[in-house]
């Protein structure tokens, strides 16, 4: 069993920066693909980004390129998500997923096998 904690939401102003953490328990962290979602109120969870564990390539999705920057420490089992330049459309929960049997980064959120409790980042205009 992994368990997945988020830090580092809040609420801030457009063009402003945050730095999303997310600590995995357990000893096999460096061979999960590890991927953020966010979820905004009424809608589908949707893909941000992932890092494979195999050799640490990555992908986004396209509104967040150049703004965001995922990556892991695995001495730390911890995966960060950079956020420069925020939107009011990036709003809302993200969550990080842990998953155990790809390292297609972009699996769909239901094939990840573990997930976080969610950290909310607000963006105002």
């Known amino acids: 069993q992994v368990q997945l904690v988020e830090s580092g939401g809040g609420l801030v102003q457009g063009g402003d920066s945050l730095r999303l953490s997310c600590v995995a328990s357990g000893r096999s962290f460096s061979s999960y693909l590890m991927g953020w979602f966010r979820q905004a109120p009424g809608k589908e969870r949707e893909f941000v980004a992932a890092?494979?564990?195999?050799?640490?390539?990555?992908d986004y999705i396209d509104s967040v390129k150049g703004r965001f920057t995922i990556s892991r420490d695995n001495a730390k089992n911890t995966v960060y998500l950079q956020m420069n330049n925020l939107m009011p459309e990036d709003t809302g929960t993200y969550y990080c997923g842990a998953n155990r049997f790809t390292d297609d980064l972009r699996a769909p959120a239901d094939e990840y096998d573990y997930w976080g409790q969610g950290t909310q980042v607000t963006v105002s205009s």
């Open positions: 890092i494979s564990w195999k050799n640490r390539g990555t």
